[in-house]
């Protein structure tokens, strides 16, 4: 229903992607196939290192809070998207899309620190092997996590609080497949600036701050691996991160390509195809990176599944 200005919106038009009906069949099927996939992949990372001895590491036990935040984070935006790409658009709730943010920005702040702390972890086993045992002990593993977790929370507090307090007065339509900050704040009839600066300027800190921390203890890693004698015990230490470092960069490299690359000339379905890339790309190909590039979760992930068949 639209309504006229000066009066209340309390609820938004997501309008999807508009196209032919064709399009949209395929659209909505390919999403919910690579939902299902996200899905049963992560949770296969998940149950695999809950239930294998030699994958107890710190590194797979951080893999799990990786894949449990993947889960979540597309859970909160598909679904919702096939309900608006199946009826040609979707209403939901002011507070509904507020929540939706939230979840979805914490989520996302949640991933980059969990990627941080993945790197500590390989910064440790490569550069400090001697003392890896007796500093990543399972106390320092929950405590950072814990952290993570906490921090992607709290972090994201201050901006959904004043984005709650901001007045919506009509236009009600989004023109976009989930709730973000930019096309929310398009609706404000009231003045959004103090909610851009608070987001900018906690976004500095700590989701860049997290990327140049990676970027550094990746240097440190390097040169350790160039100073290895042997280029089978090269080859070890590389491999032991690699999956890491190319997880980093597909994830930051959306990130950056969707909110510091300038949307001008860029047109909707544009901004929306380069959204998907990390709202539902990078979950579905985080579990695909992990189990290709390292052999152990192969193995014991092959070994499970006969195991499994034996059994039935």
Request: with cysteine; proline share 4%; charged share 10%.
């Amino acid at each position: 229903m639209f309504l006229v200005n000066h009066t209340e919106v309390t609820e938004f038009m997501l309008l999807g992607f508009r196209s032919h009906h064709i399009l949209t069949l395929v659209l909505f099927v390919l999403f919910l196939v690579i939902y299902i996939l996200t899905l049963v992949e992560n949770l296969m990372i998940i149950i695999l290192v809950a239930n294998v001895p030699s994958l107890k590491s710190p590194m797979y036990v951080f893999l799990t809070q990786l894949s449990t935040s993947d889960i979540l984070l597309t859970t909160n935006i598909v679904p919702n998207t096939l309900h608006v790409i199946i009826n040609e658009g979707s209403t939901i709730s002011v507070t509904g899309c507020i929540t939706q943010f939230y979840i979805h920005c914490v989520l996302t702040a949640a991933e980059c620190f969990l990627l941080t702390v993945m790197s500590y972890d390989r910064y440790l086993a490569i550069c400090r092997p001697l003392h890896y045992t007796s500093v990543m002990h399972l106390r320092l593993q929950l405590q950072l996590i814990i952290l993570c977790w906490l921090s992607a929370f709290i972090v994201i507090l201050p901006i959904v609080l004043l984005m709650n307090n901001l007045d919506f007065c009509g236009p009600h339509i989004i023109d976009h497949y989930f709730c973000d900050l930019a096309p929310v704040l398009e609706l404000s009839c009231s003045d959004s600036t103090i909610v851009e600066l608070v987001d900018f300027s906690l976004g500095i800190p700590f989701l860049l701050s997290p990327f140049f921390f990676i970027l550094f203890t990746y240097i440190y890693i390097f040169i350790t691996i160039i100073g290895i004698s042997g280029t089978i015990g090269r080859q070890k230490a590389f491999s032991t991160c690699s999956s890491h470092l190319i997880v980093v960069c597909t994830y930051y490299g959306t990130l950056i390509m969707v909110y510091m690359f300038p949307s001008n000339g860029q047109t909707s379905n544009d901004s929306k195809i380069m959204s998907i890339l990390y709202t539902m790309g990078t979950s579905f190909v985080n579990p695909i990176i992990y189990s290709l590039k390292n052999k152990e979760i192969m193995k014991n992930l092959l070994k499970y599944l006969t195991n499994i068949r034996k059994k039935n």
